[in-house]
């Protein structure tokens, strides 16, 4: 019998010099890694496929991970001696952090105590049951300060899903998007799926990325097969991720 699965393709075959912008391997700083060990676990599977250069995201959140450019890259500085003492080489990792548009977010912005990545792209999230009320004027500010928002996974955003014209209108204000390679599959559910697809049919998606906090959803990003029409959409905006971030 003739196999309809039988054409799609692996996904991680492709993410070879993928540039990850979002993803929580740093130690002990949020609800990603928790060791040193376990960020060098998820480094050496990264790099099994392909993917050696990251921009270390953990979060910013108020309450939550009260985060900053200290803790930060305190704990990139113990990254970076866990690398060097078990001799693993070319791999490349950088700060940034993921900022939850929360009450505190327009205080930080303020005091320019955001952590951008290079060229001035600001990673922003939202909760996923809630858009947050101070969205519209923290997207305002975020311009005012002369940053590139990029909305994390807006696929995930529950109160946003069927609504095309809302993502619309965020990428007309000058929102960026990045996508999670998760939602690819059903990890998330398959209404985050369905999202992540038709942002992608709908040419929405700006860049792509793992947001991985742990060795199971790493191993789940392995597993994920895409049909070829799928893949023809996703290439263009691997490449741009590479383009823009190497």
């Given amino acids: 019998m003739f196999d309809i699965f039988s054409k799609k393709k692996f996904l991680i075959d492709y993410l070879e010099g993928l540039v990850d912008i979002?993803?929580?391997?740093?130690?002990?700083?949020?609800d990603g890694a928790k060791t040193v060990e376990?960020?060098?676990e998820l480094i050496k599977t990264f790099s099994e496929f392909g993917i050696r250069s990251f921009i270390a995201t953990p979060h910013i959140m108020h309450n939550y991970y009260?985060?900053?450019a200290n803790t930060i890259n305190t704990s990139l500085t113990l990254l970076k001696n866990g690398l060097l003492m078990n001799e693993v080489k070319d791999v490349s990792i950088k700060v940034a952090a993921e900022h939850m548009v929360d009450a505190n977010f327009e205080a930080i912005l303020e005091?320019?105590?955001?952590?951008?990545?290079?060229?001035?792209y600001l990673l922003i999230e939202m909760s996923y049951l809630q858009a947050s009320i101070n969205f519209n004027d923290a997207i305002q500010k975020?311009?005012?300060?002369?940053?590139?928002?990029?909305?994390?996974?807006?696929?995930r955003y529950v109160y946003l899903h069927n609504r095309m014209g809302k993502y619309r209108k965020y990428k007309e204000s000058g929102i960026l998007f990045q996508l999670n390679l998760l939602s690819l599959s059903e990890f998330y559910g398959k209404n985050v799926q369905q999202a992540a697809f038709k942002l992608l049919?709908?040419?929405l998606v700006d860049y792509v990325a793992s947001d991985v906090h742990n060795m199971n959803q790493l191993q789940n990003l392995k597993e994920i097969k895409i049909t070829p029409k799928m893949l023809d959409k996703l290439i263009p905006v691997i490449e741009r991720t590479i383009q823009s971030f190497s």
Avoid at 22 to 30: E, S, V
Avoid at 111 to 120: A, G, S, T
């Fill in 38 to 40: 376990e960020s060098l």
């Fill in 22 to 30: 979002h993803n929580h391997i740093l130690p002990g700083i949020d």
């Fill in 201 to 203: 049919d709908e040419g």
């Fill in 66 to 68: 009260p985060n900053d």
């Fill in 142 to 155: 975020i311009a005012v300060h002369r940053y590139f928002p990029i909305l994390a996974h807006p696929e």
């Fill in 111 to 120: 005091r320019r105590e955001v952590m951008p990545m290079e060229k001035n």
